[in-house]
C-alpha cells in the first residue's frame, strides 16, 4: 500500500495500517528539513530559547500561490513539502471538535473511538502545561466569567510533552511512525494510475511506475485536489465548498495579579466554540509573529500571552478551488454578510477577555492574518451520497473508484471551528480501518 505524503494525516494512516500487519510506503516530495527526519522544526534548540523566532525561521519552508490576490482569492493560501510534511511546522494544538461540529457521518461511540485513537498516536495531553502558575489563575479568574454567557476556558490539548522546564518536545511525523516498520521515501507522485476505477499504481516525476493495489492520498488540503485533477479523477465537487479560518491575533500584557514568576510554564487555554459564541479562541504563550511599539518592547516575557480566534467561513458551493490544465490554482472565496458578522463579533470578543485580563501590548493589538493561510477544509469534502456535493464516501474512498482513499483535512465536511488536525487524523484511522476491511 501507498500513502501520498508524510505529514501527521498521512502518518497515522500509515501507522495503522502498518499495525494491521500490512506493508506501507510513505512517498514524499520534499526535502529533510529537521533533524531526525520527519522531526518537529520547533525541537531545536535555537527556536527552544527563542520562541518568537520561530514564524520568521520558517517563513522559507512556505511556498504561496498568489500572494498579490484581492482577499477573496486567499493571499495567505500556501503549501510545505518536506519529510514530515506540515506536521513539522505544526502548532500542535489538538482539540475536539465539539458535538455541534461534527456533522452526521460518524455516531458518538465511532466519533470517541477514533478521537481517542488519533490522540494516542499524535502523543495528546491537556495537562502539559497544568503547572503554569498564569495558567492557573487565568482560569480561576476568566472560567466563572465565561460559565455564566455558556462559555467555557480549559486546558488546551497538544501534542507533545514537557522534556523539563524549560523545552517542549512537539511531537510530529517522526514521533508517530516510532517503534513501526513504516519508512519514508523520495517519491514525487504526479499521478494516480487507475484502469476502469481500480488503482493499479502511482507515476513519479522521473517517469517511474510503483505498482500497488491501494494508494491513500495525504497530501494537504490543496495537493491532495491538485494530484487527483492532475490523475483525471475531476468530480464535480473537487475544490469547491472550501472553507478556512480568519485568524484574530494580539498579544495581552497580563495584569500583575495574574503572573507567576521568571520561570513560569508558558500557559496554554482553550475557550471553545459555543452557541452564541461559534468561534475558537486560544489564550497562550506561543510565539509572536509581530512586533511591538518601541514603547511597549520592554515587557518581560512572563507577563505575556497571546489570543488567537478562528472564525469559521460558511460552507458555500461556490466557494472554489479551481485548478487548471496547466496546474495553475486559483481561489475565489468571498466573505459573506453571515462570515463579516462573525469576524464582528471575535473582534469585539478579544477586546472584552482583553479588558478582564490586562491590556494589549503596543503594537500587538488585535489584527487578522492573512487570508487562507489557517486550516483550509472542505476542498475533497466526503460525504453519505454520490450527489455531486463531495468526492468520497464517508470513509474517504473516492467516489468511483477502487481502493483510492484520502487523508486530508479536506475532507472535513463541516465549517470546523477548532484546528482541524485531530479530526482529520480520527477520519484517516477510521478510512485506513475501512481499506483494510475491504
Not at 508558558?266 to 459555543?274: D, H, K, S, Y
Request: charged share 15%; hydrophobic share 40%.
Amino acid at each position: 500500500m501507498v500513502v501520498v505524503g508524510s505529514g501527521p494525516i498521512g502518518a497515522v494512516a500509515a501507522r495503522r495500517i502498518a499495525e494491521a500487519g500490512q506493508a506501507v510506503t510513505v512517498l514524499e516530495s520534499g526535502p529533510v528539513i529537521s533533524d531526525p527526519p520527519g522531526s518537529h522544526v520547533r525541537n531545536q534548540a535555537r527556536f527552544q530559547q527563542d520562541p518568537d523566532s520561530y514564524l520568521a525561521g520558517i517563513a522559507a519552508e512556505f511556498r504561496y500561490f498568489d500572494q498579490t490576490a484581492a482577499p477573496r482569492g486567499l493571499p495567505g493560501a500556501c503549501v510545505t513539502s518536506a519529510v514530515g510534511g506540515q506536521g513539522v511546522l505544526w502548532t500542535n494544538n489538538c482539540p475536539r471538535p465539539t458535538v455541534s461540529e461534527r456533522g452526521g457521518l460518524l455516531s458518538a461511540a465511532e466519533w470517541d473511538r477514533y478521537l481517542g485513537d488519533a490522540e494516542r498516536y499524535l502523543g495528546v495531553a491537556d495537562d502539559t502545561f497544568a503547572g503554569s502558575v498564569r495558567q492557573q489563575r487565568i482560569l480561576e479568574h476568566l472560567g466563572p466569567t465565561l460559565t455564566a454567557t455558556g462559555r467555557e476556558i480549559r486546558e488546551q490539548p497538544m501534542a507533545g510533552h514537557l522534556v523539563d522546564a524549560g523545552t517542549i518536545h512537539y511531537a510530529a511525523t517522526q514521533d508517530i511512525l516510532s517503534g513501526t516498520r513504516v519508512r519514508i521515501e523520495t517519491g514525487d507522485v504526479q499521478r494516480i494510475v487507475l484502469d476502469q476505477g481500480r488503482v493499479r499504481g502511482v507515476q513519479l516525476a522521473d517517469g517511474t511506475m510503483l505498482e500497488t493495489s491501494v494508494v491513500v492520498v495525504a497530501a494537504g488540503a490543496f495537493g491532495t485536489p491538485i494530484l487527483l485533477h492532475r490523475s483525471g479523477i475531476r468530480p464535480q465537487a473537487l475544490g469547491r465548498y472550501l472553507t478556512y479560518h480568519p485568524v484574530l491575533y494580539s498579544q495581552l500584557v497580563l495584569g500583575p495579579q495574574l503572573c507567576g514568576g521568571a520561570d513560569d510554564l508558558p500557559p496554554r487555554l482553550w475557550i471553545p466554540p459555543a452557541q452564541g459564541a461559534p468561534w475558537n479562541t486560544m489564550v497562550l504563550r506561543d510565539t509572536n509573529p509581530a512586533q511591538p511599539s518601541p514603547s511597549d518592547i520592554d515587557v518581560p516575557c512572563a507577563q505575556l500571552v497571546e489570543m488567537q480566534s478562528f472564525c469559521p467561513v460558511d460552507n458555500h458551493p461556490d466557494n472554489t478551488m479551481t485548478i487548471t490544465d496547466s496546474g495553475a490554482v486559483h481561489f475565489d472565496v468571498p466573505l459573506r454578510e453571515a462570515d463579516h458578522a462573525r469576524m464582528a463579533s471575535v473582534l469585539a470578543d478579544q477586546h472584552e477577555l482583553a479588558a478582564a485580563l490586562g491590556r494589549f501590548r503596543a503594537g500587538i493589538e488585535p489584527q487578522w492574518m492573512t487570508l487562507g493561510f489557517a486550516h483550509v477544509m472542505g476542498t475533497c469534502r466526503m460525504g453519505a451520497h454520490d450527489d455531486g456535493t463531495c468526492v468520497t464516501d464517508e470513509f474517504g474512498q473516492v467516489w468511483g473508484t477502487e481502493n483510492l482513499y484520502l487523508a486530508t483535512v479536506g475532507v472535513i465536511p463541516t465549517a470546523l471551528a477548532v484546528n482541524p488536525t485531530l479530526t482529520g487524523a480520527a477520519l484517516a484511522i477510521r478510512s485506513a480501518d475501512r481499506l483494510l476491511a475491504g
